[in-house]
């Protein structure tokens, strides 16, 4: 948000590796072949904007599944992309194999310890389809911060 546009974060977490989910994946080729959707919430609802959500869990014990369809925590608020995501450079050039997703949970939001998080194609819970998920602990958020999760799916 244009509140955090210059601030230099107090944190920076890196980790690779998650799991792709069959739906979200499914979702991925149905779309480059022609039968994605821009209708919010529908299992092939593409990955733009408009649609595009970050969810995060507080769930650390249930090991991610690519037949998951959702994160496995009692509290998994999902939040919608930050202006500009996802981003993608398009053609033959470095990058062209990855998509950033960016979400920003402002002070009032996700209040609770980061132990799972996943990309999904609608920000309304238990709607559209879950792209990948990855069980890590990424800290506990509280109500003095906001914390902006970017994550950067490449494929190799």
């Known amino acids: 948000p244009a509140e955090c546009a210059g601030v230099t974060p107090d944190e920076v977490v890196e980790h690779d590796g998650n799991l792709l ?3 979200g994946v499914s979702c991925l080729w149905q779309s480059l072949t022609g ?20 969810g995060v869990g507080e769930n ?3 090991a ?3 037949t998951q369809t959702n994160l496995q925590g009692a509290t998994i608020p999902r939040k919608a ?11 033959v050039v470095v990058g062209a194999a990855s998509c950033a997703f960016k979400s920003t949970f402002s002070t009032s939001q996700a209040n609770f310890a980061w132990n799972e998080w ?3 194609n609608s920000a309304t819970a238990a709607t559209g389809r879950m792209l990948n998920r990855k069980v890590e602990s990424l800290g506990t958020k509280t109500s003095a911060s906001t914390w902006a999760l970017t994550v ?5």
């Open 35 to 54: 039968n994605g959707t821009a209708s919010a919430g529908q299992t092939l609802t593409y990955f733009n904007n408009a649609n595009a959500a970050i």
């Open 81 to 91: 992309m930050d202006a500009t995501y996802p981003l993608h450079s398009d053609g």
């Open 64 to 66: 991610a599944a690519d």
């Open 152 to 156: 950067t799916l490449t494929l190799a």
């Open 60 to 62: 650390s014990g249930t």
């Open 118 to 120: 996943g990309v999904f």
């Open 21 to 23: 989910m069959y739906g």
